[in-house]
């Protein structure tokens, strides 16, 4: 059996008076969940030309890793925060991988 991580793309749009406010609550989740089995990377990202965009990529050792960040608690009571921060739901999307750039030993990527 190959191994397959799996790939998040999860993206949050800020209401325009809201950004500040919706970055702590999600820079707030990137430690506790770099703790977590399963993590491989999770990374915060702030659109350089539209400062309400932000989006997570992750990558996590499996499905069953990912369903289990996605149901803690540690995840869900920031998550319930969001109402009146955002412009619309979270667009959260799994990818599995088709192709990548092989890493140089002892550099990461």
Known sequence: MTYQTIHVV?????LPDK?????????????????????IKYELLQNQSD?????FV??????AALDT??????????IALLQGLIAAPPDIRRYSI???IPTIQGVES
């Open 51 to 55: 400062p309400t965009d932000f989006t």
């Open 10 to 14: 999860a993206r949050f749009v800020a």
């Open 98 to 100: 088709l192709a990548a």
């Open 69 to 78: 960040h996605l149901a803690s608690r540690r995840l869900q009571v920031p």
């Open 19 to 39: 950004v500040e406010e919706l970055k702590a609550i999600l820079l707030g989740l990137i430690e506790p969940t770099r703790l977590e089995a399963g993590v």
């Open 58 to 63: 992750e990558e996590w050792e499996g499905a």
